[in-house]
Structures are given as structure tokens and as C-alpha cells.
T-cell receptor, first 115, second 114 residues
Framework: DTAVSQTPKYLVTQMGNDKSIKCEQNLGHDTMYWYKQDSKKFLKIMFSYNNKELIINETVPNRFSPKSPDKAHLNLHINSLELGDSAVYFC??????????????FGPGTRLTVL | DQQVKQNSPSLSVQEGRISILNCDYTNSMFDYFLWYKKYPAEGPTFLISISSIKDKNEDGRFTVFLNKSAKHLSLHIVPSQPGDSAVYFCAATSRGSTLGRLYFGRGTQLTVWP
């Protein structure tokens, strides 16, 4: 009974392709996030949505486009993939946004490898 | 520019002993700190947190200490168990001003050996 799930778990693709990663949470949370963990292991926030509305948009190339069809889902679409996009992408959710004290629950991650 | 730093990439401790994981931060606006634990092929899971109005928070075998003047926090695990072997991430945020944005360190791999 997974709380935050991501698909796929692994994604290997060629440079220039377009790919999507899906995330779903069954916790009834209002806020969802995308994080990127790069090769140096830093975990950095990319986006966050609260009730389907974008509230955090870090300095991320516009090739990355999040989509939230409803508050239980936050998908990440990446256009024209580059070698530097290779990383582990984590989805997370929390009950509320704006205070930072709400526990964020993470998905298992999607390891993206761009060849 | 990393605002949260974990300068020890790894730590090895014998079972039953104390594990001390350290974390430093640079942003004086941070007022809430968290530790997350991560096993391989899984996402980080919340472990323990502390508000800047406290200098210590304890939960079972886990205690977090905060030294605001030094901008330093540490996680103590006593006694350490083999199941504690994981990557531990320190995170920080500023309540009400960062929209839930957490700033993470790069993690410390803890290995607890029998």
C-alpha cells in the first residue's frame, strides 16, 4: 500500500528524446514536490504544487514541465533530454505548504540515465 | 552555493556504540531542521526534527542537538544498530517564508557493523 509511488523506477533513453515520469500519492495531501538528486548526491527541489497550483519553480530549464492533473498526481515531462539530466528524481508530498514543517513523504525515486 | 553542509560523506560505527552525524548551515533565517534517512533504492523518510526555539529533541534512540550560534546540528543514535545503516540527510527550512522548500545536505552514509 504505497503512499507515494513513481513510475518508471528506471529510465534509460537517448539524448534529445522526450520522456515523462509519473507520481501519485494516496495520502490525501495537498502539496506535491519534485526533487533532483544529482551525481554529487545533492537533493534539490525543482517544483512544488499545492492543490494543482504551482508554488515553487526553482531555476530549472524550461525543458522540464510539471503537470498536475489533480492534487494526487504530479507528473514531470522532460523535453530534449541532455546528458546532464541524468539523475535520480524524487517525488514527495506533504499535507500543507508554506511552513516547511510538514513532513514530506518521498517516493522511491526514478533513476534517469541519458545516453 | 550549498546552504546545508554535511562534511563527512561516511561514518562507520560498531553496533551498540554511539553514532554522531554532523550538519552545518549558513543561512541564519533557517529555523526548522530535519533529519531524513534513506535506504538504497528507496526515497528518504523523515526521522526527527527540531525547531530553533529548542536545543535538543529526543525520540527513542535518536536525539538531535542544535547549536544556533555555531549554526550546527548533530544527530546522535544510541545505541547504534545494523538496521541503522543508511544515508542520513540533514535538511533545513525557514518556516512561513520558503513555501515548504527544504534545503538538503548531501548526506552521510552510516555503516553499523556487528
Amino acid at each position: 500500500d504505497t503512499a507515494v509511488s513513481q513510475t518508471p523506477k528506471y529510465l534509460v533513453t537517448q539524448m534529445g528524446n522526450d520522456k515523462s515520469i509519473k507520481c501519485e500519492q494516496n495520502l490525501g495531501h495537498d502539496t506535491m514536490y519534485w526533487y533532483k538528486q544529482d551525481s554529487k548526491k545533492f537533493l534539490k527541489i525543482m517544483f512544488s504544487y499545492n492543490n494543482k497550483e504551482l508554488i515553487i519553480n526553482e531555476t530549472v530549464p524550461n525543458r522540464f514541465s510539471p503537470k498536475s492533473p489533480d492534487k494526487a498526481h504530479l507528473n514531470l515531462h522532460i523535453n530534449s533530454l541532455e546528458l546532464g539530466d541524468s539523475a535520480v528524481y524524487f517525488c514527495a508530498s506533504s499535507q500543507e505548504a508554506g511552513f516547511g514543517t510538514d513532513t514530506q513523504y518521498f517516493g522511491p525515486g526514478t533513476r534517469l540515465t541519458v545516453l | 552555493d550549498q546552504q546545508v553542509k554535511q562534511n563527512s560523506p561516511s561514518l562507520s560505527v560498531q553496533e551498540g556504540r554511539i553514532s554522531i552525524l554532523n550538519c552545518d548551515y549558513t543561512n541564519s533565517m533557517f529555523d526548522y531542521f530535519l533529519w531524513y534517512k534513506k535506504y538504497p533504492a528507496e526515497g528518504p523518510t523523515f526521522l526527527i526534527s527540531i525547531s530553533s526555539i529548542k536545543d535538543k529533541n529526543e525520540d527513542g534512540r535518536f536525539t538531535v542537538f542544535l547549536n544556533k550560534s555555531a549554526k550546527h546540528l548533530s544527530l546522535h543514535i544510541v545505541p547504534s544498530q545494523p538496521g541503522d545503516s543508511a544515508v542520513y540527510f540533514c535538511a533545513a527550512t525557514s518556516r512561513g517564508s520558503t513555501l515548504g522548500r527544504l534545503y538538503f545536505g548531501r548526506g552521510t552514509q552510516l555503516t553499523v557493523w556487528p
